[in-house]
């Protein structure tokens, strides 16, 4: 009897994510099992262009007191509610065992209002406006990032009531450390230990003093073979996959491809500019999926802190810019992936394939779905 051919849209597998030095399980055959799990609530699509209740809406009062300013475009302002306090932190206490550690950490945290209109998340805003985002992003990284103690800037956004976002007001947020925090830290290493044990192909972008760079080379992997099959829109400096170890159903992994950038503060004008298309693009291809606001979580991963806080060493841009984001809706607009049982317990699982998404998503309209009705 001839052993069966493998099928990796058909067979359960393991793919091996270098980034993280964890793996996850490809079950594709299990698309076809009913669903009679939770059903999310529809989301509300309509929303006002100012609400009074809103305390992200220009001129109304925040919770903690504070008024937020009239802004035209981007406002910035540092949270009320912080997770972490400005440093110098008190001395941990004695601890009883070493199993019993405890280690102080500061910081602190920031809010980025992307647009005043409450109702335009970023697949909805001009280009211009998300250019406007990108630089508010840099300034606040450098500004950040170039404080005493600081080493590390988190850029963030929580998208949609499903991923935990308070207010549906288009906002993001940036939290610095006085420590490098645990995700970011084992990127960092996973990058080091790659360059240091692998020799770069012909072509590919090279890391530093030409060193191999393991997310330049899977950036070129992705763009250059035929038949890869996870690229969903790329431009001119830009490529958005679904990777090939992608844990999340539709999740994407943002990296520029044609050179090693270790932060935005590293971009180009014309980098940012192009950065701002294909985010556009992107979020654009997630509303249409399902034609809903996709909830997903993104973050910028990069170098730490900008260059004028560390020392000058290869660890510090070894790092890669790139940006996760991770979106919990599975099969509809009301349906999504729970982070439960095996996932918890053993290893991470998936069951549509990252090809399979990668399509589905390049299938989607760049012409949102709500101007596109209002086109008709």
Not at 299 to 324: C, F, K, N, Y
Request: some cysteine; charged content about 20%.
């Amino acid at each position: 009897m001839m052993a069966e051919i493998f099928d990796p849209s058909t067979h359960p597998h393991r793919r091996y994510n270098p980034l993280t030095n964890e793996h996850v399980i490809v079950s594709p055959h299990r698309n076809k099992r009913p669903w009679l799990g939770q059903v999310e609530p529809p989301q509300n699509n309509e929303l006002p262009q100012y609400d009074p209740a809103c305390y992200l809406c220009p001129g109304n009062t925040r919770a903690g007191g504070e008024k937020t300013g009239v802004y035209e475009h981007t406002y910035v302002f540092a949270n009320d509610y912080a997770a972490v306090l400005p440093p110098p932190m008190p001395k941990a206490p004695i601890y009883p065992h070493h199993l019993l550690t405890t280690e102080p950490v500061g910081g602190g945290c920031d809010v980025l209002i992307f647009h005043p209109r409450h109702d335009l998340t970023i697949p909805r805003l001009p280009l211009e406006d998300i250019e406007r985002i990108i630089e508010e992003w840099i300034k606040i990284y450098i500004e950040r990032g170039s404080e005493e103690g600081i080493k590390h800037v988190q850029i963030f956004e929580n998208k949609g009531a499903m991923m935990g976002c308070s207010n549906p007001h288009p906002h993001g947020q940036v939290w610095s450390f006085t420590t490098i925090p645990t995700l970011p830290a084992h990127e960092i290493t996973n990058l080091i230990n790659y360059s240091n044990s692998h020799h770069p192909p012909s072509g590919a972008p090279k890391g530093p003093h030409g060193k191999p760079c393991l997310l330049c080379e899977y950036a070129y992997t992705e763009v250059t073979i035929k038949g890869t099959k996870r690229l969903v829109v790329k431009n001119d400096h830009w490529v958005a996959v679904v990777p090939w170890w992608a844990y999340w159903p539709f999740e994407i992994l943002l990296l520029p491809y044609r050179r090693h950038i270790p932060s935005i503060a590293h971009l180009t004008l014309e980098e940012r500019t192009s950065f701002a298309d294909i985010l556009s693009r992107v979020t654009k291809r997630y509303d249409n999926l399902f034609s809903c606001s996709f909830a997903y979580s993104m973050g910028i991963h990069q170098r730490p802190v900008p260059l004028s806080s560390l020392g000058e060493t290869d660890e510090d841009d070894i790092a890669h810019l790139h940006l996760h984001f991770s979106p919990p809706l599975l099969r509809s607009a009301t349906v999504k992936k729970f982070m439960a049982g095996i996932e918890l317990m053993a290893e991470s699982q998936r069951d549509i394939t990252p090809e399979q998404a990668a399509q589905r998503l390049r299938e989607c309209s760049e012409i949102h779905y709500m101007d596109a009705t209002k086109e008709q």
